[in-house]
């Protein structure tokens, strides 16, 4: 009898835990926030509106998936573009054959996964600046390999033929339906990331980003944690990558490496703060901001690469813990709505 006591002892803490963790405001506050301003366009039918938020989700998606190998496993990755543009290379390659929407998205974050599930066996061994500089390196080896790999087009890449959006009620109708995607995908990225954080997975890549061989001490199994927390991290751009390039009808090697992509995307979680998942969101939404500006702006438009690293060096020195770790000291109130 005490021992059945004890059981449902322990399965009504589990049940106590879990429903706590999703009844979290701070994390449905954030989805909500985002549902929000991203279905505004698809209510009043604004096509400008639409174009503009459409970069400000991309931008969310990017930062929010990288979260998960910066953010919460610590290792500074330049090569995150490598999975969007594979991704958005196999997009193109199986829609160019007469393959769906619906069928090309799936697929490229498959390969996105499998790639990085293949480069955390000999990358992740490294650490620091040496996982860091092996990064660019990839992304620089992707972009020759695919520059001359015939299925992909070499050089010149892959463009779809303007009748394929005919299948989706026209190039007018493929905008509205891929931003529509678009607005899913950046959402399910947003909820990934709070899930792995929360979960007995996410504390052990906590554990190696503050200290990695204690955390092996501890039982976290390192190299197949980083392998995993890669692997999820490469999905959502690839994924993402299908539907950008979808939109954009064709694809080329310097638009699908820019190692500019990858970049901006550490800024965006450094500027919101690391390791949180609001942060993510909230460093890629001012990011987009500050882009917007520079690229209207004549006088620094060629100046943006520049001043986005400034603006890196800056937040390591100045607020390492970012937007959201600055709130959460002078306002702690809020600390339950900043997960």
């Not at 449905?28 to 459409?54: C, D, H, K, M, N």
């Not at 390196?137 to 010149?156: K, L, S």
């Not at 950008?244 to 995307?265: M, T, V, W, Y």
């Amino acid at each position: 009898m005490k021992v059945v006591t004890a059981v449902q002892r322990a399965i009504s803490t589990v049940s106590r835990v879990e429903i706590a963790r999703w009844i979290s405001p701070g994390l449905w506050l954030t989805l909500l926030a985002v549902a929000g301003f991203g279905a505004w366009p698809l209510v009043i039918g604004q096509a400008s509106l639409r174009e503009t938020l459409f970069t400000a989700l991309l931008a969310i998606a990017l930062a929010s998936s990288l979260n998960i190998i910066l953010g919460f496993t610590g290792y500074v990755s330049f090569g995150h573009v490598v999975f969007f543009g594979l991704g958005g290379y196999v997009g193109m390659l199986v829609l160019s054959k007469g393959a769906p929407l619906w069928v090309a998205m799936p697929l490229g974050g498959l390969a996105a996964g499998l790639l990085a599930y293949g480069l955390g066996a000999a990358i992740l061994r490294l650490r620091g600046a040496y996982f860091t500089l092996a990064t660019i390196g990839v992304n620089e080896a992707m972009r020759a390999f695919v520059n001359n790999f015939a299925p992909f087009g070499g050089a010149t890449g892959i463009s779809l033929k303007f009748t394929v959006y005919n299948d989706y009620g026209g190039a007018a109708n493929a905008l509205w339906l891929v931003y529509g995607l678009l607005l899913a995908v950046t959402l399910a990225a947003i909820l990934l990331s709070y899930t792995v954080k929360t979960s007995k997975f996410g504390l052990g890549l906590m554990a190696i980003r503050e200290d990695e061989d204690a955390a092996e001490v501890m039982g976290v199994v390192t190299p197949r944690a980083k392998t995993w927390a890669y692997v999820l991290s490469a999905i959502i751009p690839g994924i993402v990558g299908v539907i950008f390039f979808f939109k954009n009808g064709n694809i080329e090697p310097a638009d699908a490496f820019r190692l500019q992509i990858s970049i901006e995307s550490i800024v965006m979680v450094m500027l919101g703060g690391q390791g949180t998942v609001i942060g993510a969101v909230l460093g890629a939404a001012g990011y987009q901001q500050l882009r917007s500006f520079l690229l209207t702006n004549p006088l620094v438009k060629d100046l943006q690469l520049a001043i986005a690293g400034g603006l890196l060096l800056l937040i390591v020195l100045f607020i390492p813990t970012g937007v959201v770790g600055l709130i959460r000291r002078k306002l702690p109130v809020l600390r339950k709505l900043l997960v």
